[in-house]
């Protein structure tokens, strides 16, 4: 779990303000569910899946609840969806932290944020387009290039079943030479095993049984209209029948987008894909249901890698230098903080060369000087700290706007559209 202090924090403000404009501009509306729910709220994501079995914070409240912090939050827009019974469709963007119970590493924390949406209440395949291409829409507005989109179906339910019984059955016949972590997740979850990025699995899960060979008829004809539409807003993808995603509730379409510029046992930035049967599961009506999660961490990572997105430069615009008590200081920063300027300023009546200091780390470009002398001759010195223009002694009574005009010349002029 990490601290996010000034900058890293300012950046991820950013990042959230990023996704509100690509989801605002989509229709979808905010929900914030608790960070706490009833555990049978995340053990309906199926047990079978590690995110519940093993990383899961989950504890006995004072009440005598059994109650976990939530590991994603699909299952929660759901179990709210049921009790809240919003019009349908219901599309739901959402942002806030999670927990698992991993292993640190780079990109893995046991306290991770993510970004994701929801839509629930239609199974048309265009609306499986319009989720992706908001992800991949976001994605590419953060600057990142190097982000692949990967896509696969499972199906529909009884497909998923067969296959996964083929599945196990092939590997069964070859678990000798599966890695043992395969071994392992092989008892719990067949389907998850073709996920191994393990060398030694590699040619055993090439010779597994193709998802295709199960599709149904129905199952089949969604996923070609969601390559179509894909390809017809120009988000370019890339088929991958090993794409089975970690949780049990998807059927048809799964989507992940992956980073090139991560290590590859670590490149998922998020994905998501359908899920038919959560809602009901939480006892709900049977309702259709499409998302993804995007991880923020993992994201800036690769923002990072690619030198996209530094995130806004922090600062104030006038800093107020006062070496008279103090008191100055603290009517002029007032004032101009209610005409809607952002000020800083000193405390503790230091001296004028370590307030000027504190001015320059501020970022401002302004310092406003009060001594004896402005003091005496209800006057304020302004002085320039980023170029090359004289200082100025402004009259007290004009300084707000002095401010306002000295602050517009030095910015860049507005770009206009031609
Ligand atoms: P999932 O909910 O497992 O499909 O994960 C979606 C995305 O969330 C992943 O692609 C990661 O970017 C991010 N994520 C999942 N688990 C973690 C974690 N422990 N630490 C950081 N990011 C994570």
């Known amino acids: 779990m990490r601290d ?47 995110v519940v079995s093993k990383e899961m914070y989950d504890f006995v409240d004072r009440g005598g609840r059994h109650v976990a ?10 179990r709210a969806f049921v009790e809240h019974r919003p019009s349908l469709p219901y599309k739901a963007w959402y942002s ?60 529909d339910p009884e497909d998923r079943r067969r296959f996964s019984e ?39 899960i090439a010779g597994a049984p193709r998802i295709e060979e199960f599709w149904s008829p129905e199952a089949a004809e969604h996923f070609a209209a969601v390559r179509d539409g894909l390809d017809r807003i120009g988000v370019p993808w890339r088929l991958d029948g090993g794409l089975v995603r970690g949780l049990d ?41 499409i998302g993804f999660a995007i991880g923020v961490e993992r994201t800036l990572i690769a923002c990072d890698v690619e030198s996209v997105f530094p995130g806004p430069a922090g600062g104030v615009e006038v800093f107020v230098v006062d070496t008279t008590g103090g008191s100055e200081a603290l009517a002029l920063s007032t004032e ?21 200091k504190a001015a320059d780390r501020s970022g401002a470009e302004l310092a406003l000087i009060i001594g004896e002398d402005e003091a005496a001759s209800d006057t304020v010195t302004a002085r320039f700290l980023r170029g090359v223009r004289p200082q100025e002694q402004w009259p007290r009574a004009e300084t707000a706007a002095r401010v306002a005009a000295a602050l517009a010349e030095s910015k860049p002029p507005e770009m206009t559209e031609s």
């Open 4 to 50: 996010l202090l000034g900058d890293d924090a300012a950046r991820r403000r950013a990042f959230d303000s990023a996704f509100v404009t690509v989801v605002g501009a989509a229709g979808y509306e905010q929900i914030v569910p608790p960070i706490l729910e009833d555990i049978g709220v995340f053990s309906r994501i199926g047990e079978a899946t590690d």
């Open 69 to 78: 912090l939530r590991p994603e939050q699909t299952a929660s827009v759901c």
């Open 96 to 155: 806030g932290p999670n927990f698992r119970y991993e292993k640190p590493q780079r990109g893995r924390q046991r306290q991770f944020d993510q970004v994701g949406v929801e839509v629930l209440g239609t199974d048309d395949p265009y609306a499986d387009v319009e989720v992706i291409a908001i992800g991949w829409d976001f994605l590419t507005s953060l600057g990142l290039a190097d982000v692949d989109l990967v896509l696969n179906s499972l199906g």
């Open 166 to 204: 083929a599945v196990g059955e092939h590997l069964r016949a070859h678990v000798g030479e599966l890695s043992e972590q395969s071994r392992e997740t092989l008892e719990r979850n067949p389907l998850r095993v073709l996920d191994s990025k393990r060398a030694e699995d590699a040619p055993i």
């Open 249 to 289: 509730y998807y059927r048809r379409t799964t989507f992940e987008f992956r980073s090139g510029a991560l290590d590859s046992a670590q490149n998922a930035l998020g994905g998501g894909g359908r899920y038919d049967g959560l809602v009901e599961d939480l006892g709900g009506p049977a309702t259709p249901g």
């Open 336 to 356: 101009l903080r209610r005409a809607g300027r952002s000020v800083d300023r000193g405390f503790g009546g230091r001296s004028m060369k370590a307030q000027m």
